[in-house]
């Protein structure tokens, strides 16, 4: 039976063109100036630790540190200092009503439903804990934020990782069996089946697959086939 639900952000419960259209470009015009109004800030000084690190770049030199970030956001990489330097910059975006985070009409409606039925929800997505946070309580819908139990980041692993699954259970001191997974990625359905739970394949747009994984268009068809009668 499942008893609690691992949902993706990107494609899942909100709109890829959010994340690339927007929330990617804000950081990329904001991150320069931000990092160097903070640079003294601990928070900051120590993802940009990271970025030096990872980059190879001088860490006195912002200039350098700054290209770095600017080619990962071209990149999408998924590199955790970034993520969480971005979330800082979204969270200054939001919080000056600059920013607004999309979510679907039903993931709004069933997140809700799902927590109010005693589903445990939490969220696993690639960008930082931080910027999670931000999306789901600063939407336009609402803040969502009360109805999760936890968020996960790649700090966990990579989420083409069958580990990162299993690190994620342990945390929750569940069985796979009883975690459903949402995501619009099948390598990361793969992943977390084989830690043992069970997915669903979110495809919002286009034609849909020919596989024998569960496939749904929204929400309600999660529900219905695999959530109504739990």
């Known amino acids: 039976m499942i008893r609690v639900i691992l949902t993706d952000i990107e494609g899942t419960t909100s709109s890829i063109s959010f994340v690339h259209d ?4 804000y950081a990329a015009e904001h991150l320069p100036e931000f990092i160097r109004e903070h640079w003294d800030s601990p928070e900051v000084s120590e993802q940009l630790d990271g970025v030096a690190k990872e980059s190879g770049a001088d860490r006195e030199d912002a200039g350098a540190l700054i290209e770095a970030l600017q080619g990962w956001i071209r990149e999408d990489r998924k590199a955790t200092s970034l993520k969480a330097l971005q979330g800082m910059v ?15 009409e039903d993931a709004a409606q069933y997140l809700q439903h799902w927590h109010d039925r005693g589903l445990r929800l939490y969220v696993y ?13 600063f939407t ?32 929750l001191g569940v069985e796979g069996a009883t975690v459903l997974f949402l995501s619009d990625v099948e390598a990361e359905l793969v992943a977390a089946e084989a830690a043992g739970m069970k997915t669903a394949w ?12 569960f496939v749904a268009r ?13």
């Open 22 to 25: 927007v929330l990617f470009p």
């Open 140 to 171: 336009t819908s609402g803040d969502f934020t009360p109805f999760f139990s936890g968020y996960f980041d790649t700090r966990i692993g990579g989420k083409r990782e069958p580990e990162a699954y299993r690190n994620i259970l342990e945390e």
């Open 218 to 230: 929204d929400f309600a068809e999660v529900d219905a086939a695999l959530l109504l009668k739990r």
């Open 125 to 137: 997505s690639s960008g930082s804990v931080k910027a999670q946070k931000l999306i789901f309580g």
């Open 90 to 104: 979204w969270e200054q975006g939001y919080q000056q009503g600059e920013l607004n985070g999309h979510i679907y």
């Open 202 to 213: 979110l495809i919002r747009d286009g034609d849909l697959p020919e596989t024998e994984r």
